[in-house]
């Protein structure tokens, strides 16, 4: 049986969607041109006003927000509440450039944990549940937000946050969590320490995995779920909207509803900014409308992918949106071609390797090279160099018919590329252009 | 009678073979023979060792892919030639050979080579009917 936490709201018709949405929208746009002086310039800039937004048929005249007007406002300068007001902050890792601070009113961390306990129920958490967060807790947003939701939904949390696999593994088990909250590439990590303890999945009482954060596939999603024994969902979200729960996967997994009476989806064609029709490829655009201390208009989230406004068959009404191919800034132009980490992977698990790899490009004699390090399995090594070539050869050409472009494939000793507790390194760039 | 040999996974990289070497030392493993087989990103280490299960474990407890494979051992005149007679009775008896080393040590007036063949008991056969017996894992022990 599906269940919902606000099915009033997941389930509402379009029309009443729509109304919300519009409502808030116009009430939000009023007050972030009286509040926040520099986005009431942007909008000076492109000469709209308030008066000009009377639904959301014309957020198209709004001006964008992207992570560069984050950086040149940090840290105070897209704050849409006093201070006194706000209640938390939460912050970026600051991997890709300056990190992100955003800010939270009370009404904000609500309206985020509802978000995430609309996740959890549709993984399948009811409040029988013990729910394990193995998210970063912290600035992180993961820790926080799926241990908010997992309150709301009652389940009994566990607050575990990230590192100490062998803790995390025995108290799965002595305190029968039935559902795990982290990063696809640590549940893939708890999985594979499982298997060196000698413990399968009828070991542990698991039933589902909300698992994001990062880019991951569906061999990654297939692999955990075979080792964990679980259903693994996927839920996306960025600090500078909350965190966690701007969508999340329901049972039937064909798309990420998004909560849209908290944030009005678009794509746009990341070149020219124009809006785009459903189904399109192109890059996620999303306005928070009832955000209040961290206000995003419009924002650019670099994620490419596509809204889909089909009826899903779990009765929940919000647009769904694929998963996204891979974040803009973690595409990679090497020699000329489009190269997303998450290609990578696919190809790996497909040809038996664990999803653990590190990718080196770097510029010599005016050409990019390409290099990818895969760890050696017990599986698959043999006695025979020959046969070890033969190896790296066929994941070579796997590579370079999923990729375009060949890279050269090097095999590492196991458990030395850095095993991430939190995100993975899986790109080292070390071109300068 | 087959011997067992370890082969031990090696990342190309400074360090890695002495890492391996501090494993052994540390526990007090000797080794009977040693071949390094090299590409331009890893390396094999092949190893003959009295308890292969025990240095097998301690190398995996270090975190090194480390198997077994069977291999043959036999003694050679450390004369002129006395290799060519052996590969002689190989070739008769149309054994292929994947690679080949030689032992550490020995005593004077003999060699030990260490074998790798496609098919080691068929190899053992045809080269025991030809009066070539590979050594016992006792008598590579008493080396």
């Known amino acids: 049986m599906e ?16 109304r919300w949405q519009s409502e808030r929208l116009v009430k939000q746009v009023r007050r972030v041109y009286e509040n926040v002086p520099y986005y009431r310039q942007k909008m000076e800039e492109k000469g709209v006003t308030p008066d000009d937004i009377r639904g959301v048929e014309d957020l198209k005249k709004l001006p964008f927000l992207s992570k560069a007007d984050l950086r040149d406002a940090y840290p105070y300068g897209l704050m ?32 985020w944990e509802d978000c995430c306990a609309r996740a959890l129920m549709a993984a399948g958490a009811t409040d029988e549940d013990v729910v394990q967060v193995s998210y970063g807790y912290g600035l992180f947003t993961g820790g926080a937000g799926l241990d908010g939701g997992s309150h709301k939904v009652g389940c009994l949390t566990v607050p575990m946050s990230s590192g100490n696999t062998d803790r995390q593994i025995m108290f799965i088990r002595d305190l029968n969590a039935t559902v795990l909250c982290c990063t696809p590439s640590y549940a893939a990590y708890l999985g594979e320490r499982m298997k060196e303890l000698g413990l399968g999945p009828e070991d542990i009482p698991l039933k589902a995995g909300i698992f994001g954060a990062e880019a991951w596939s569906e061999e990654m999603r297939r692999d955990i779920e075979k080792t964990l024994g679980i259903k693994a969902y996927d839920i996306y979200g960025l600090t500078e909207l909350s965190g966690p729960g701007v969508s999340f996967e329901c049972s039937e997994q064909r798309g990420m509803h998004i909560n849209e009476d908290h944030f009005i989806p678009e794509i746009i064609d990341p070149d020219t900014g124009e809006v785009l029709p459903d189904g399109t490829m192109g890059e996620l655009v999303i306005t928070a409308v009832d955000k209040e201390a961290f206000p995003m208009i419009r924002y650019r989230t670099k994620d490419i992918c596509s809204l889909n406004r089909e009826k899903c068959s779990c009765g929940r009404t919000h647009v769904r949106m694929t998963k996204p ?21 696919t190809v790996l698990l497909n040809h038996g390797y664990a999803a653990n790899y590190q990718i080196l490009v770097d510029r010599v004699n005016n050409t990019d090279t390409f290099e990818i390090l895969v760890e050696m399995t017990p599986e698959m090594f043999t006695d025979s160099i020959g046969q070890i070539q033969q190896l790296q050869k066929t994941l070579s050409a796997g590579l370079q018919s999923m990729l375009g472009i060949r890279p050269k494939v090097t095999l590492v000793a196991p458990k030395t590329i850095a095993r991430s507790e939190g995100k993975a390194v899986r790109v080292v760039d070390k071109r300068k252009i | 009678m087959s011997i067992k040999q370890i082969s031990v996974f090696l990342e190309n990289k400074p360090g890695k073979l002495f890492e391996l070497t501090r494993l052994l030392a540390d526990n007090g493993i000797d080794m009977r023979a040693l071949s390094i087989a090299e590409t331009t990103d890893f390396g094999i280490a092949r190893l003959i060792v009295g308890d292969a299960y025990g240095a097998a474990r301690v190398l995996r407890e270090g975190q090194f892919i480390a198997q077994y494979s069977d291999v043959l051992a036999f003694a050679v005149p450390d004369e002129p030639g006395g290799l060519h007679r052996l590969l002689g009775a190989f070739n008769d008896a149309q054994v292929n050979i994947e690679y080949m080393y030689a032992v550490l040590g020995g005593e004077k007036g003999r060699a030990y080579m260490i074998f790798r063949v496609t098919d080691t008991e068929a190899a053992e056969r045809a080269l025991t009917e030809r009066g070539l017996t590979p050594l016992a894992p ?6």
């Open chain 1, 325 to 345: 191919r891979g974040r803009s800034d973690d595409m990679l132009i090497i020699r000329g071609v489009n190269v997303f980490p998450s290609q990578i992977e």
């Open chain 2, 138 to 143: 006792e008598e590579m022990e008493a080396i």
């Open chain 1, 3 to 18: 269940h919902y936490y606000q099915p009033e709201i997941e389930c509402a018709s379009r029309e009443e969607i729509t």
């Open chain 1, 80 to 111: 849409g509440k006093p201070m006194k007001e706000c209640v938390r902050i939460h912050s970026t890792s600051g991997t890709t450039g300056k990190r992100v601070v955003a800010f939270y009113t009370q009404h904000d961390i609500d309206l």
